[in-house]
């Protein structure tokens, strides 16, 4: 094989990489960083955890008792949905009409919020419905750790590590993604950066007094 059919093959093999590269999002195996799904209900975390500031545990009361912080129950939605059943902005449009008209306003229930109610069993008057039976959204999971990484949201919680340090700028996110990539030198990092506090169980290494664990049990039981 000739110097030039070298050079044209590696030169196209460097151009397929740079196209590869520049229209895709590669990433290692297991990196899901950035990644959005599509949710059976669009649930807004901007306008939940941003625009009303629920604190993160109202919903996820399970990541201060658990390892799990866990998904909330329809119930918890319901606390604050059996009244607040569409946007504010789409009540105060029909009570403008409704005035305009000279009529009595109309209930505006939000198309999601029906989702929701309709998983309960319940029409848009929060009527049960003849026959339905209720079953748990089906949400679609983000963050996934594979199977031989445990994690526990406890002493995490305990320590007060701000729930953004891991899962990002939830308060901004429409749509709830994957904002770090979880990697094992991620997690290091982390705990090398912070140091021991109140005991603990640490590495023998010669810097175990100055940080957090990274002994492969604590992860890898």
């Given at each position: 094989m000739s110097l030039n059919?070298?050079?044209?093959?590696?030169?196209?093999l460097l151009m397929g990489l740079g196209v590869v590269f520049a229209t895709t999002d590669p990433?290692?195996?297991?990196?899901?960083?950035?990644?959005?799904?599509?949710?059976?209900?669009?649930?807004?975390h901007r306008?939940?955890?941003?625009?009303?500031?629920?604190?993160?545990?109202?919903?996820?009361?399970?990541?201060?008792?658990?390892?799990?912080?866990g998904v909330p129950a329809t119930s918890i939605c319901m606390n604050c949905h059996a009244v607040v059943r569409a946007a504010f902005d789409d009540v105060l449009t029909e009570k403008q009409s409704a005035a305009a008209e000279g009529r009595e306003p109309k209930?505006?229930?939000?198309?999601?919020?029906?989702?929701?109610?309709?998983?309960?069993?319940?029409?848009?008057?929060?009527?049960?419905?003849?026959?339905?039976?209720?079953?748990?959204?089906?949400?679609?999971?983000?963050?996934?750790?594979?199977?031989?990484?445990?994690?526990d949201h406890r002493p995490h919680v305990a320590r007060n590590i701000a729930c953004e340090t891991c899962h990002g700028p939830v308060q901004t996110m429409e749509r709830m993604q994957q904002f770090s990539d979880l990697s094992m030198g991620w997690c290091i990092d982390c705990h090398r950066s912070n140091a021991i506090s109140g005991g603990g169980f640490v590495d023998a290494g010669p810097r175990a007094a100055d940080h957090v664990s990274t002994d492969c049990v604590t992860c890898h039981l």
């Amino acid at each position: 094989m000739s110097l030039n059919v070298k050079v044209f093959g590696l030169s196209t093999l460097l151009m397929g990489l740079g196209v590869v590269f520049a229209t895709t999002d590669p990433r290692l195996p297991g990196n899901d960083r950035g990644y959005t799904p599509v949710q059976p209900i669009a649930f807004s975390h901007r306008v939940h955890a941003g625009e009303l500031a629920i604190d993160c545990q109202y919903c996820h009361s399970g990541a201060r008792r658990s390892r799990h912080a866990g998904v909330p129950a329809t119930s918890i939605c319901m606390n604050c949905h059996a009244v607040v059943r569409a946007a504010f902005d789409d009540v105060l449009t029909e009570k403008q009409s409704a005035a305009a008209e000279g009529r009595e306003p109309k209930d505006v229930v939000s198309t999601e919020l029906l989702k929701l109610y309709t998983a309960l069993g319940l029409d848009e008057k929060l009527e049960p419905v003849a026959g339905a039976t209720p079953r748990p959204v089906e949400w679609v999971r983000v963050h996934d750790l594979p199977d031989f990484a445990y994690f526990d949201h406890r002493p995490h919680v305990a320590r007060n590590i701000a729930c953004e340090t891991c899962h990002g700028p939830v308060q901004t996110m429409e749509r709830m993604q994957q904002f770090s990539d979880l990697s094992m030198g991620w997690c290091i990092d982390c705990h090398r950066s912070n140091a021991i506090s109140g005991g603990g169980f640490v590495d023998a290494g010669p810097r175990a007094a100055d940080h957090v664990s990274t002994d492969c049990v604590t992860c890898h039981l």
